[in-house]
């Protein structure tokens, strides 16, 4: 019988329980502020419209993500993650913080990447601290490969970029060899980026920092 082969997926489940502010702000608000998974591409000007839109892949707790939200309402943010505790937290966040250029979906993204997004619709993904898989033999599970890099191609926009950050200095140089090799892409600042000014700082990077990890960052864009 023939073997098969397993797909790479963006996430692996983790236990995690809600608090009460987190599953009340995700029973009020989930309806409005989430966009279902389906097998069609949807029309992302008719979610936000006249913005560019930016992915981020993997939010965990949201902390970065409501803030850059926040400092760019004339931007929209889709937000993917599957830990519902996290989604939780980003909707409790909106509602703090009186920011509502977000959607979020709750759903592996390699699949939303492939079967949600149309050609050439999103301006800019962001991949900040994706699981290291630190041992040699799950290297394989990693996000940031080629195949994957090249199914966030078809749906950027020219000019449009992507960004990820790590503590892990290994899945580093791989990320900076896998968009390297790619045609498609350019590298502005030839090696690592500059950390950017308008991330926010997240909890994985304060343990990072912790553990005195060094922080890089890669950033490429579409030719």
Same mark, same amino acid.
């Given at each position: #019988? ?16 809600m608090?009460p ?5 995700y +029973? ?22 006249g ?9 965990? #707790?949201?902390?970065a993500?409501w !803030? ?26 909106m ?24 050609? +050439?619709?999103?301006s800019?993904?962001?991949?900040f ?8 033999k ?6 940031? !490969? ?7 191609l ?7 970029y992507i960004?990820?950050v ?8 791989? #990320?900076?060899?896998v ?25 994985f990077e ?9 922080i ?8």
């Amino acid at each position: #019988m023939e073997k098969k082969i397993k797909e790479i997926k963006s996430y692996v489940l983790r236990a995690g329980r809600m608090s009460p502010a987190q599953r009340a702000s995700y +029973e009020e608000l989930y309806k409005d502020y989430s966009i279902e998974f389906q097998n069609n591409y949807i029309d992302l000007e008719s979610v936000f419209p006249g913005k560019d839109v930016i992915v981020e892949i993997g939010f965990g #707790m949201g902390d970065a993500t409501w !803030q850059i939200a926040k400092d760019n309402p004339d931007k929209g943010y889709i937000g993917i993650e599957v830990h519902t505790p996290g989604v939780g937290k980003l909707l409790h966040q909106m509602k703090t913080n009186n920011v509502w250029n977000i959607r979020v979906i709750e759903h592996d993204a390699v699949e939303v990447i492939e079967k949600l997004f149309n050609n +050439e619709s999103v301006s800019g993904v962001h991949i900040f601290f994706p699981d290291p898989w630190p041992k040699k033999k799950h290297h394989k599970r990693r996000l940031v !490969q080629k195949d994957f890099i090249e199914k966030i191609l078809r749906v950027l926009k020219k000019d449009g970029y992507i960004y990820a950050v790590t503590d892990w200095e290994e899945y580093a140089e791989q #990320m900076l060899d896998v968009l390297s090799s790619i045609d498609s892409l350019y590298n502005p600042y030839k090696g690592y980026a500059t950390a950017q000014d308008w991330r926010p700082r997240t909890k994985f990077e304060t343990k990072g920092l912790d553990k005195k990890h060094k922080i890089n960052e890669v950033l490429f864009r579409k030719n």
